[in-house]
């Protein structure tokens, strides 16, 4: 189970846990990128930070999260997806498996999008906030507290030269639908 730290005031990244994205099941050979992914609660919003290291990144290559906040009332069927590509280009939806609707809320996300590099190549970074409001718009309610549970799934992913497909939690990326809440892992909000 994954923790989700709750806290107060600005996120300080470095001291949150950190989820490394290793399970790159269909990788034959050895190009596996690091990618990681931090989360946090404050009062009011939701933060994000996805992190993708590679020597060579690819505009096509891609980081994301999906995270169900009430999982308990439908198995983490109605989630929030949060996605950038390395060009910073932005997809955030909520998405609703049981009736199939697909709604766009790009505009209700910040996010802040950077890039550097160091002797082992170049990072790529997105710290999305979304605000707890916009849960409570589309789950109903927002109130979230030490213990709660949560479900989702972190991922890092390319449709180009170097093709690969990872995730936190154990994924099948040979499904026509891989990044479905059935690949959904654990998540418990804590107050560390």
Request: one cysteine or more.
């Amino acid at each position: 189970m994954f923790p989700i730290s709750m806290i107060t005031g600005e996120p300080l990244w470095n001291s949150l846990p950190a989820a490394k994205i290793i399970n790159y099941p269909l990788e034959k050979a050895d190009y596996k990128p690091y990618a990681q992914a931090r989360l946090c609660i404050s009062n009011d919003d939701l933060h994000l930070q996805m992190l993708a290291f590679e020597v060579e990144p690819e505009d096509k290559s891609v980081v994301g999260a999906a995270l169900a906040f009430f999982p308990e009332e439908d198995g983490g069927k109605r989630y929030f997806w949060f996605s950038t590509n390395r060009r910073g280009d932005l997809f955030c939806k909520f998405i609703n498996e049981a009736d199939g609707t697909e709604t766009d809320v790009t505009k209700c996300v910040a996010v802040r999008i950077y890039s550097g590099e160091d002797e082992q190549g170049i990072y790529w970074c997105s710290n999305f906030t979304l605000p707890l409001s916009v849960v409570e718009k589309f789950c109903g309610v927002h109130y979230l507290e030490p213990g709660h549970k949560m479900k989702g799934n972190f991922y890092k992913l390319c449709d180009g030269k170097r093709p690969h497909y990872g995730s936190y939690y154990p994924t099948d990326f040979t499904d026509l639908n891989p990044l479905k809440s059935r690949y959904f892992g654990d998540f418990e909000l804590v107050t560390y």
